[in-house]
Structures are given as structure tokens and as C-alpha cells.
């Protein structure tokens, strides 16, 4: 009887530990996975080209193995994608699979669409997966990634950067509600009436929603299609005064959230988004909390690949800049109140995440995981020696949109925060982290038991992240919690101390040491 009853409880301290989610086979540790995509079409590359043109899918059969097994299915849906990174010499083209579209609820480990990024523009190949690493530890809504060998018809085509889709799944595990209006920005690779080359601005053009089809696309509710709410949320951006601005922005937005991501995009000098190209982008009007939040997307040109045109040294780009005709970045910055707000972000990024010693070992532990495959792929866009070198220091490489001067990944962090450190005081922004004072996490460094004591309920759950950013472990907090880890090994970890149920969900984030 006590055997029974100890196998139950350890079998529900296992579900304790971690809770699975939609796509966790995939995303929830750092894999190279294998997708083998099998065409019967002789001349299947040429209907892909064609297709491509018309957003259209064709039909293939899939294995895909990662670190639970291998999984068969037959008529997946595929189409090449992408803007920019269409021109991506050769045939290493990004593509879009979705497991549903010819047979209905088909889906893998709950997901029904999986994009598969080229590598355009990064010699590195892992910019994307840093970027939205990064974005998870610091509680920013953006989609999961990690990397796959990709093979047609048996042959290797080429080392892919694996993107979850933004939808319905995301929606559910990322941010608890999945009802609401999801409005992707578009494209802006065109005219448009209202001029700016299809910039989704979030400048207010009236109140006919068909104003905005060529800027935005209505991603979720289309039977519906009624966009009153964001236009409602345009309106208030721009046509506000500043009083009822800076009053009101936390009751229509994620402010807080919002501000961290806009910092992101800072410290990363990631501009192939709202703050200059106008694209790349989700909004979601979460109904239970019924607040806009920010959802990123596409981050291939990271660290200082995009926009050299208006910014002539990525590195000490200044922490409010912005193109013009960018109204919601413009009121924010010229917003005494919030734009200290947001410099308080900056600060609390910088001091404990945007940094050298901890952003490096992510790098190198990525580099040992992939340089096999990068190496292996004869598509790729740059070379071995390349990829090796950008690890570390900036390149150049052959000329056109393609080439250039290159930020390495390294001498990027560290110049850009050697910038940003110097440039801003963080002395008066005490507050960003003042919720340390309401909690204690001791001993650290630790051996075995880790003890966290709150003043308040100010936290429900705990986060342990390793090295790699792979989460290990997860379990609910109480007023004072006592954790086993004697499972873990000596070492560096983070945790993540986070609410889904407090206004402000700034996650709390601590660096312990295992000894």
C-alpha cells in the first residue's frame, strides 16, 4: 500500500514539475530536429516557385524526429515564404508547413503550422533563437524557436531556423486567452491609398476599417471581421491629449510589457519592426484582461543587420530612436512619465540580462550545438569561416544587400552596452526592481535546498532556467517555499519568478549558483 501511494506521489510531483504545453517536443529543449519532406511531384520545386507567388500550399509527406522519436504524416500542407529573405541565394528558401491544411485536425504535439527560417542575412544562423530566447526569460510575447536539417526527397536542403506560428496555440500557453482580435502587421512591400508604402504606422486614417486592410491583417475572428476595437485603440493613440494619454495607455496596453519590448528592440538595434521598417509585429486585445498586447516577429536581422541607412553605428544608437510617422514610440518618448518608465526597463535589462557574462555562454553553448549542422549545409548563405568568425567580431563580407560590414554577436553585446551603460544613469531607476525587497531567495550560492520567503503573494510560480535557456523545472510558490534541487548539478541557473494573475507582470529574474 505505501509502495502505491509513494508511486502516485511521485508521479504527481513529476506533473508538478512541469506542466506540458503545445509544441514542448520541439521547443522546450535546445534540439537539432530532422524534418524530411518527401515530394511525389517530379517537378515539385518548380510548383513551389510558382506557388510562392500565390501564396498557395501543395501537398507532401513528413517525418519529423526530435528528441521524443520520429512521427510520419501524409498530405502536409507546404508553401516558400518570406520577403526579403526570399532572395536568399540558391534554393534555401523559408518555408511554412501546416500539419491541418488537407487533413483536418492533423496536427503535431498540438500544433497545427510551423515556419522554417533561411538564415538570411545572419552568418551566425542564430539570431532569431537568441533574440526570442531573450524575449521569453524577460516575459516579452514572442514566438519559440529552435533549429532543424531540413531534407527533400532525401536530400539535405539546408540548416533552418524552426518559428512557431503566432495563433489559436500561442495564444492559449503564451497569454491564457485565445478569444480576442489578433492583427498582424503587413508587409508594407507596396503602394497604398493612404501613402507611407503599406506602413502599419498605427497612425489613425478615419473610421472605416477598409482604411486599414492594406496595413494590417486580421489573423483571428474573420467571419466576424470587425476591427471597431482597434480602431478604437489607433484613435486613442493619436488623437488623445497628453493627459489622457499617459493616464490611459496602462489601461489599453500591457504598458509594462510593452515598454520592456520596445527596449528590446533597443538594445538589440532591432529595426526590421515598428520602430522603422513599421512591420514584423502582432497585436492581440486579450479580452479577459481587455488590454493590446505585443507580440514580436521575425528577428533575423538583429543585432544591427538592419536599417545601416538612418543609423550610421548601431552600437550607440540612441535609446529613443525611431522613424518618423511612428506615433505611439513618439508619444511614449515625449511623455515625461512614461518614457521614464521605459528608460527604467533599459536599466533593469542591462543590469541583470543585456550583458556580456550573461549573454556569451548562450552564445557558445549554441555554437556547439549547431556548428555541425551549419557546417553540413552547402545552401547557406555565408560560409564556415563566416559563422565562426561573427561569433566574436564583425565581418565583411562581398557587397550589395547581402554583404557589407557585419556586427559580430559578441562585440555587439559588448559595445552596445558599453554604450548604453555609459550614456544612461540607471542611479535613479531603483524601482523597476524594487519587488526584490518583498521577496528573499536563499542561500545563494546554495547546495541543495533553496528557500524563497515572500512578504505577499506577489508570485505564484518559479522558473529554472539552465545555461542553455532550457526550462527544467516548474513549480507553484506559496508565501515560503522550501525547493528540492538536488537533481541539479553544480552550476549557473536563472529563475523566473512570475504571476499570470497580478496587474503587473513584470517577472522577477535571479541569477543562483548550484555548489
Known sequence: MIKHILIVLLLLSKQFIYCQIDGDNIFDKNQVINIELNFSQTNYWDSLVNNYHVSQYMKVDLLITDSTGTTSFNDVGIRLKGNSSYMHPGNKKSFKIDFNKYISGQNYDGLKKLNFSNGFKDPSLMREKLFFDFCKVVDVPAPRANFA?????????????????????????????????????????????????????LKYYGNN?????????????????????FIQLIDFINNSTNTVFENELPIHTELEQYLRSVALDNLFSNLDTYTESARNYYLYHNLTSNKWEWIKWDANETFGT????????????????HSNNRPLLERIFDSPIIFDQYRGQICYLIENFFIPTYLNPKI?????????????????????????????????????????????????????WNYISQALDCSGFNSIISRKNMRSVYPNPFRNELKIKQLKNEFDFIEIYNLLGEKIYKQQLNLFTILNLNFLENGIYTIKLSSKTTINKNPELISIIKI
Not at 190 to 197: A, E, K, L, T
Not at 209 to 229: A, G, H, I, M, V
Not at 306 to 321: E, H, K, L, P, R
Open 149 to 201: 536539417n531540413v531534407y527533400f526527397n532525401g536530400t539535405l536542403w539546408g540548416f533552418y531556423t524552426v518559428i512557431e506560428q503566432i495563433d489559436d496555440q500561442f495564444l492559449d500557453w503564451n497569454i491564457l486567452d485565445d478569444e480576442g482580435n489578433l492583427f498582424k502587421a503587413g508587409d508594407n512591400f507596396g503602394g497604398s491609398p493612404n501613402g507611407g508604402g503599406n506602413e502599419a504606422d
Open 209 to 229: 476599417q477598409t482604411n486599414y486592410y492594406d496595413l494590417y491583417e486580421l489573423k483571428s475572428n474573420k467571419d466576424t471581421n470587425d476591427w471597431t476595437d
Open 306 to 321: 538592419y536599417g545601416g541607412q538612418t543609423v550610421s553605428n548601431m552600437t550607440t544608437m540612441a535609446i529613443d530612436f
Open 364 to 416: 557558445d553553448a549554441l555554437k556547439s550545438l549547431i556548428q555541425s549542422s551549419v557546417f553540413a549545409d552547402n545552401n547557406k548563405m555565408y560560409s564556415n569561416a563566416n559563422f565562426t568568425a561573427i561569433i566574436n567580431n564583425n565581418i565583411t563580407v562581398g557587397g550589395g544587400p547581402m554583404g557589407g560590414t557585419m556586427y559580430g554577436l559578441k562585440s555587439f553585446i559588448q559595445q552596445r
